[in-house]
């Protein structure tokens, strides 16, 4: 059994908070994100909905673009935290295909991708995540 990083607890907690701000009304599902950069700051995100669906954005898309906004461009872990709104986190809550992409484009693929679970997180890399990933050096 692997050992449990006490940073990366700690952002999975911080992405539990962040998914209490969701705004996710259509779905019901409430996501929240902890996005921690090379700096060492994190940001946090949640998913935003709207009725039109094609608008919405993920929390994960909303932590990286503020970080980069931030003047952010390195990250070495995320941590995701989804499932019912009102309810737990739910085990195995990944980032979407879109915003892998993005994470790859900051990030490299040993990027720590941490994933909410009762009691703790699951751990995997953005290259196992996203393993042919379109990248700014193949353009």
Do not use: H, W
């Amino acid at each position: 059994m692997k050992k449990v990083n006490e940073k990366y607890l700690e952002l999975v907690e911080i992405a539990e908070r962040a998914r209490e701000l969701s705004y996710s009304p259509y779905s019901g599902i409430s996501v929240g994100c902890a996005l921690l950069t090379s700096s060492g700051r994190v940001y946090t995100g949640a998913n935003i909905e709207n009725a039109s669906y094609t608008p919405t954005v993920c929390a994960e898309r909303t932590a990286i673009f503020a970080a980069v906004l931030a003047g952010e461009r390195e990250f070495s872990a995320i941590a995701v935290a989804g499932g019912k709104r009102g309810e737990g986190v739910t085990d195995g809550f990944f980032p979407c295909g879109v915003c892998r992409q993005v994470l790859s484009e900051f990030a490299s693929p040993e990027l720590v991708v941490l994933t909410a679970k009762e009691g703790g997180y699951d751990e995997y890399t953005l290259g196992e995540l996203l393993p042919a990933a379109f990248t700014k050096d193949k353009v």
